[in-house]
Structure formats: structure tokens, C-alpha cells
């Protein structure tokens, strides 16, 4: 197997192969970065191809620009406002080979690159074989990382959009620290507290108790600079956005009056632990969390997050709710079907 994917942070190429083969992925790797063919066809080809993609995932699918309209509405400053895809078509169509030549001889640089190799592999002929396809590789002047930085969000923002979708959705996107900051983790936490699973507090009292939503969720991006906490979920027929928002803001203030039990707080922990002993199992999974953690820099992480996790107190997932979960920190998307008149 042999993929690749662009998120808001880096660009990862990845193969999934026999061991033997290793070599094979190395060379097409080395091949890759040092000698990728320019050429106006293929970029026409590749230019149609990702059209496609962002008709058929943005424009064609129900709620497909949902990051478009939110990433614009949370973020004023930071490029994170920017969808990976483009925030039109024509911004794929427009791209010129000096573009694309240029970006590629800045950005695709060994001296720019983490590579990971995971699996049964000898230590030392593994080395071998990096220097072999990858020592003459020249280095490049690589830009500084110099992005700007979001400025604290003073006050609540709102935005309604109609589409064709077939029932109304509410989001409500919260600024949070970014992936290498400690105060991410009890945020993190408190995503999973509000919705991850049956059993957390959104899913148990909007979903199954009240049936606002028909579903619902919470999460984190995760992304290098700070990013955001996300509430998500489809309205059950005969409510609309206003009242699933009120009923959150209930849930919100509830999470906030007091900390959490204890009881409820394990529960997390031990779930957040499983979910990180479970991202390990493959040897895929093992090798892009560690470039990951690389890139983060502290590839050690990879062995000592979850004591980081074991470490949260209630009191910290407290603070994290009445910090981060206020109003003129949110931006609220309601997403309509249809006009209500």
C-alpha cells in the first residue's frame, strides 16, 4: 500500500510493505524528493483530480463545507482559516507549475523531513539503507515557520447557513492550546467528558434522554498551534439550532458548577489510555505516531503520554471547563436545512 495525506501541519507519505522489500520503498521514496517529474500533464491530471475530490466532498456531500464555514468563522488571523483543499476550486485550478516547482524545492528537503521506519528490521542495515538513498540528498533553505498568531477571542460570534442538507446541525467550535502545550491534555479530557461514547454527559441527557440530537459529538484537533474544541450534532426533527445550543450552554454550566467525581474521571483516563494502547497495534499506526511526535518534538512521547493523561485531576478539567467553555470564546455555526419562516 502506498497513500499520502496534507492536514493542517505537514504532509505525510506513507507504504505498507513485506519487510524485505524495504529497500523498494526507500528508493521510491529518495526518487520522490529528489527527482520528481515536472511535468504540465501530470499536474493537469492531478489539478482534475483534486477538483473532483473537493466537488465531491465539499460541494456534492451533505455538510461538506462545514470546515470551510468554520475554520472562517473561529479564526480571523491564523491560517488555519484556510481549508487544506482551498477555499475554491479555482484555487486548485489557478495552480501553476512555478508554484507548485517552487513549493516542492522549499518544503520537500530531507533537512524538512522525519522518516520512520516500523517493524521487523535489522537496526544497523536499516541505517545502511537511509544513508545509501537518502545521504547525497541535498539540503534546502528551508522558511522559518513564522505564522501569526490568533488573538484571543473577546467576543461570541454566530453564523447561520442554509443548504441542501437534510436536517439542521449545530457546531460550536471553542479556541483551545495547541498539541505540544500541557493545558491541551485536560482539554482533551473534558471533550471526552462532554461527548465520547454512550456514557458521556452530551450523548446521555440531549441525545438519549431529551432527544434534541440524533447525533452528537465532542473532540480536539489536535493541531501544532492552538486549535480547537469542537461540538458537533444532528437535530432531532422538531427542534432547531437555538434550542440545541441553550440545552449545550446547560450542560456546559452544569460541568462547571462542580468537579467532576472521581469515579467519572477514571473512566476517561482509562479510556483515553486504551485509545492510545490501541493507536500502537500496527505497525503503521507505530510509525506515523512517532514522525508525529518527532515533528511535535519529543518523539518520547510516544512512550509517556498516557502517564500525562493518569495525572489529570478534576480540579484541572474544572478549571479547563470555566476557562475555555465561555461564550466569548465560541463561534456557533447553525447549519439549516431550510429557511424557517
Known amino acids: 500500500m502506498n497513500n499520502a495525506f496534507t492536514n493542517n501541519d505537514f504532509t505525510n507519505f506513507y507504504e505498507v510493505l513485506p519487510s524485505a522489500n524495504l529497500e523498494t520503498a526507500l528508493w521510491l521514496e529518495s526518487d520522490r524528493m529528489q527527482s520528481l517529474n515536472f511535468d504540465e500533464e501530470v499536474l493537469d491530471v492531478q489539478r482534475k ?59 520537500y528537503r530531507p533537512n524538512n523531513a522525519v522518516l520512520t521506519i516500523s517493524g521487523k528490521q535489522d537496526l544497523r542495515k536499516t541505517r545502511k539503507l537511509v544513508e545509501k538513498w537518502f545521504a547525497d540528498i541535498p539540503a534546502g533553505q528551508i522558511p522559518a515557520r513564522q505564522l501569526p498568531s490568533e488573538p484571543p477571542q473577546q467576543a461570541y460570534r454566530r453564523k447561520v447557513h442554509y443548504g441542501d442538507v437534510p436536517v439542521d446541525a449545530l457546531y460550536m467550535a471553542f479556541h483551545i492550546s495547541g498539541r505540544a502545550d500541557r493545558a491541551f491534555y485536560p482539554a482533551d479530557l ?40 469542537v461540538i458537533e450534532g444532528k437535530l432531532s426533527k422538531g427542534f432547531t439550532p437555538e434550542q440545541a445550543e441553550a440545552a449545550v450552554w446547560e450542560e456546559i454550566r452544569r460541568l462547571q458548577q462542580t468537579p467532576i467525581e472521581e469515579q467519572e474521571l477514571q473512566k476517561w483516563k482509562n479510556k483515553a489510555e486504551s485509545n492510545l494502547v490501541f493507536s500502537e497495534l500496527s505497525a503503521l499506526s507505530k510509525g506515523m505516531n512517532l514522525a508525529f511526535f518527532e515533528v511535535l518534538g519529543d518523539p ?42
Not at 454512550?198 to 492552538?226: H, N
Not at 500525562?308 to 465560541?330: D, G, K, V
Request: net charge negative.
Open 49 to 107: 483530480v483534486v477538483v473532483e475530490e473537493f466537488k465531491e466532498t465539499c460541494l456534492n456531500e451533505p455538510f461538506g463545507d462545514i470546515w470551510h464555514l468554520l475554520s472562517d468563522l473561529a479564526f480571523q488571523v491564523h491560517p488555519y482559516r484556510w481549508p487544506v483543499i482551498g477555499l475554491v476550486p479555482e484555487h486548485v485550478e489557478n495552480a501553476r507549475m512555478e508554484d507548485v516547482r517552487s513549493f516542492f524545492f522549499h518544503y
Open 190 to 229: 473534558l471533550s471526552d467528558v462532554l461527548c465520547n461514547g454512550a456514557s458521556s454527559r452530551l450523548y446521555r441527557r440531549l441525545l438519549k434522554e431529551q432527544r434534541i440530537f440524533s447525533s452528537v459529538d465532542c473532540y480536539v484537533g489536535g493541531s501544532f498551534d492552538p486549535g480547537l474544541l
Open 300 to 341: 518520547g512521547l510516544i512512550n509517556s503520554e498516557w502517564e500525562i493523561y493518569a495525572q489529570l485531576t478534576a480540579e484541572e478539567i474544572y478549571e479547563a471547563a470555566n476557562t475555555l467553555l465561555r461564550p466569548e470564546n465560541c463561534s456557533s455555526l447553525h447549519y439549516c436545512a431550510q429557511e424557517r419562516k
